[in-house]
Every structure is written in C-alpha cells, then in structure tokens.
C-alpha cells in the first residue's frame, strides 16, 4: 500500500468514526466461557430465591417483610464479596401494611371455606365477623344513590357473576421465531390519548369515594371478584399508604368461581351467610422506604458506573417470585458470578434493588433524581401518584455531575422467563454494540433486538432523564396468565433454566458494559435540561 493510500484510507476511518460507525465490537468469548460454566455448573439463583420467597415471603413496600429483604440482600451481596453493599432511603413513602392471619367461610345454606385474599392497605375485622351478604352493582359515584341505607352491617359483593370457560390451550407461553421477526420490526410508539389522564384520575376519585361511601354506609366488608379463574386470584391495593387517606372497609378479592356461587344463590334470593377474619397491621413508625446497593469496585475508570437492577417489592398475596424475586435474583446472581471470577472491571459495577416499584417506580425514581439529575419535585398530590407517562409536563432537568458518568442501566423486570434479546429504547447506536454482545448467546435463544420502546419498570426512571436504561425481552411464560400479582406468584411457578440463563446474559451485558473503552450512546437529552 503506498502512503498515498494509507493516507485516504486513514482519512475514510476518521470519516466512519465521526458519523457514527467503529469497527465491531469486542467481545471477551473467554470470559463468556467462564461465565456460563460459573452459572450452570454452580448456581445459586434457586437458592436466592427460595430465600426471598419462601423464608421472607411477600414484600409490599412499606411492610417489615421488604425492610427484612433490604437487610438480606445487602448482608447476602456482602457476603459474596460485593464492596460498599448499603441501604439508601427515599421518601417519605408512607405507611407499612401487614397481614397476619386470613380466614373466610360461607356459612349457610352451606359450609365452605372459600378462596381470597384482602386487598393491600386496607382495614381488618377486629375480630372474626359474621353477616349475611348482599349483592351490588356500583360501578359509578351515580350508583350510591340506589343503595344509600341499605348496605348496614352486611357483607357487599360488588359486581355480577362473570362467566368462566374452560382452558383449550397451554399457558406456557414462549416466543415462536415468527413472533421474535414481527417484535423486531419497528412500531411508531401509540399517541396518548388526551381522555387517558381524565379517565385516569376519574377512576382513582370514584375509588376514594367508594370507600368512603361504605364506610360511611356502615357496610361490615366489601367482597370483588377477580379476574382470572382456576383459584387464581389477583390482588393489589384497596386502601391507601398515605397516612391521612382513609383505609376502607376491610376488603377482599374472591375467586372467581367461588364469588359465582354466592353470587347465584343470592339472586335465588336465597340468605347467604359469611365469616370473615382479617388481622392485618399498619406500620407507621418509618414512613421512609429503602432500596439496597452494592458495587464490584471498577479500575482506570472507577468513578464511572454501569448499573444493573431489578425492583424486589411485591404484591401480597403470593411471594412475589416471577415479580420480581426473579429479576433480584437474576441480578445478583450476575452480580456473584462476576465477583467469583474475579474479574476487574474498568468501570465500577452496581446493583441497585428498587422498592416501591409496584406503586410507579418510586425507589428508582428517587434514586435518578438524588444521583443523576433532578426535575423540581410535583406538589398536586394526585398528579404525584399518577404514572409517569400521565403526568403533565414535568418541568426543566437538573444534571448532577454523575449523570455524565453513568454508562447505562440493564433491568430485569418480565417475570422468570428467559431472555430473548434486547429493547433498545429508540437508541439506535446501540443495536451494532448489542448485536455484537447477543452473539454469543444465540443458543440460549437470546438474539433479538428491537427499536421499540418497552415501559413498566424502572429502566424508565433512567429513560426519562437521558440516561440509557434497558430492559430485555423476556418469554411470557405465565405471568399475565397465572402469576402476575396473584396468589400464585410462588416459588414453584419459576423455571430454574430460564434464570440461570438470564443470569449469564446479565453478567456478560454488564461486564462488557463496564470494560468497552467509550461510555454506551445516549438519545438526547429529553427537552428543558439545564446541565
Ligand atoms: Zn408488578
């Protein structure tokens, strides 16, 4: 090659470079030889989780379950070797919930125990109580009118049988390669509709105004039925975590098919009598709630960080394996197998186990804005609860100084199913970097990258700020089906395989993150930031 040469094809990569493209990017194939056989010859992820499920349990934010979780997961990420393993608070959160003992029977015309559960924050019996129930349809502050004196000291059930059909199909649900090309292909993210937020807040007041209506009505206890069926129940809050909001009656969500049965006998105006014991508690000592953090300490380029997390709060009334023991065990999991390896990573390493993410990524959200960039803090108390992709414009961004050195946070937030691949979020200049990392992992079924955005979980946080957050594209399994914030969320419904292969993909994203010689590419800034 003559100098002449040399000379425009170094001219060329200098073109290439400044528009964006490099050459392919590395990949350490012999660490990732390491990393499997850490994982799959001595794999702790079962343990983690039968650890958080069965000896903790479930962890709704605010409950001393989750504080026992906090305590755990930082004293067990320790004891792997991990550096600087610490609790940070956020809040105030507000008040803890707790349940102690559950119990209810239909006693007459016939003996049975039924299946159920009590919502979140809301109030007990005081004591066993016994009533007859009643059937209402309020669906609408209009329908108070109808029932106003008529609902004292009975047991309400709220809504009509819904009809149930039998199972032809499988639940175990698994991509199919058709359905991972069709994932692949680019969708213009939905428009919010302007009636989204309305609608929003119409259905949160009309939910305060139920309680207070049955309070108030002096009805003994409100009975719902939930979706899905099987003995399958799907249970999230009925009262409120702040302080000052009134928690209800005590409330419950019964199986479907059990809800059917009192429900016909009633409107054979037949007399049906129930008992009900709810011992729950309220903790009101510390309203402030805390995530836990731990770090593998990087080297030339230590004080930048990349971040792996996964929220561990739950629902309660399973043991929130699939959401989200799962996606905290995968995390430390990748955590483990890269302190056992002992590798040096350039760029400091951190996990982070979110609380609150259940209520609208609380814990993630504080964190971004304690450590990476702020926006002034929202005084409309209902525009506070309201999901992030509701609230109004937020107003301008504060960058910290550490927002420049955050390479990129990997979340894994789907349930036990394995990793099929990536969203990139719209960040375009990742897909050659990911592309290159997925490789070597095409016989775990993990090679599919998108553009598309995907939302409901605490990559959003980081999202939101400029700041590149991932979450993987995970099998379904049977999260919407049998899992997802049900009764059934246990230990059993996790597939052992699906994790430890989440795990090896975690620890090889996050050390190729933390070892590439640029941070990962950013989107811009989103608008109003004052850096
Ligand atoms: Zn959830």
């Not at 009533?131 to 349809?137: G, L, Q, R, V, W």
């Not at 639940?171 to 994932?183: H, I, M, P, T």
């Not at 002034?376 to 927002?403: R, V």
């Not at 395989?497 to 996050?510: C, E, H, N, R, T």
Request: charged share 25%; proline share 5%.
């Amino acid at each position: 090659m003559s100098l002449h040469m040399m000379g425009r094809v170094a001219l060329c990569w200098a073109c290439l470079l400044v528009s964006g493209w490099s050459a392919e990017e590395p990949v350490d194939w012999s660490l990732i030889t390491r990393i499997r056989q850490e994982e799959f010859m001595h794999s702790k992820v079962m343990e983690t989780l039968s650890q958080l499920c069965d000896a903790i349990g479930p962890r709704l934010t605010g409950s001393p379950q989750l504080k026992k979780a906090n305590e755990w997961t930082k004293d067990q990420l320790q004891s792997w070797g991990m550096s600087n393993a610490h609790l940070e608070s956020w809040g105030p959160f507000g008040r803890g919930w707790s349940l102690q003992h559950f119990s209810i029977h239909m006693l007459s015309p016939d003996a049975a125990p039924l299946i159920a559960f009590p919502k979140a924050w809301t109030e007990g019996t005081h004591g066993a109580i016994s009533a007859e129930a009643t059937k209402i349809n309020v669906q609408a502050e209009t329908d108070f009118d109808k029932y106003r004196g008529k609902l004292n000291g009975l047991i309400v059930l709220n809504g009509d049988a819904r009809e149930v059909k039998g199972h032809d199909q499988a639940e175990l649900r698994r991509y199919s390669e058709q359905q991972l090309g069709e994932l692949s292909l680019y969708a213009i993210p939905p428009r919010r509709r302007p009636e989204e937020r309305d609608e929003y807040v119409k259905r949160e007041r009309f939910q305060k105004a139920f309680r207070k209506f049955l309070v108030d009505e002096k009805a003994l206890a409100l009975v719902e039925p939930s979706p899905g069926d099987g003995g399958t129940i799907f249970v999230a809050k009925g009262g409120s975590y702040k302080p000052e909001e009134l928690a209800g009656v005590p409330s419950l969500v019964m199986a479907v098919e059990h809800y059917n049965r009192i429900v016909r006998l009633l409107d054979h105006k037949m007399k049906v009598q129930l008992e009900i014991d709810v011992r729950c508690s309220f903790h009101d000592a510390d309203l402030m709630a805390y995530n836990t953090l731990a770090e593998i300490p990087g080297t030339d380029k230590k004080d930048e960080v990349v971040m792996l997390g996964a929220h561990m709060d739950s629902w309660h009334s399973g043991t929130g394996a699939t959401d989200n023991a799962a996606g905290t065990a995968v995390t430390m999991e990748a955590m483990r197998i890269l302190r056992a390896l002992d590798v040096k990573p350039r760029r400091t390493i951190r996990i982070a186990l979110w609380t609150g993410e259940e209520q609208g990524l609380k814990g993630s959200r504080a964190y971004v804005s304690q450590h990476f960039a702020s926006r002034p803090e929202l005084t409309d108390p209902e525009e506070k609860e309201m999901p992030l992709s509701l609230q109004k414009e937020p107003g301008p961004l504060t960058l910290k100084p550490q927002h420049a050195e955050l390479s990129a946070y990997f979340n894994v937030d789907n349930g036990t199913g394995k990793i099929r691949g990536v969203y990139l979020q719209d960040n375009a200049a990742v897909h050659q970097i990911f592309e290159a990392w997925l490789k070597p992992f095409a016989d775990l079924g993990a090679s599919t990258l998108t553009m598309r955005n995907t939302g409901g979980t605490d990559h959003l946080s980081f999202d939101a700020v400029g700041l590149p957050g991932f979450q993987f594209i995970q099998d379904e399994v049977e999260y919407g089906s049998r899992t997802h914030h049900s009764n059934m969320d246990v230990y059993d419904r996790l597939q052992s395989d699906d994790l430890m292969k989440a795990s090896v993909i975690v620890a090889s994203f996050v050390y190729h993150t933390a070892t590439r010689d640029a941070l990962i590419p950013r989107k811009p800034i989103p608008q109003e930031a004052l850096p």
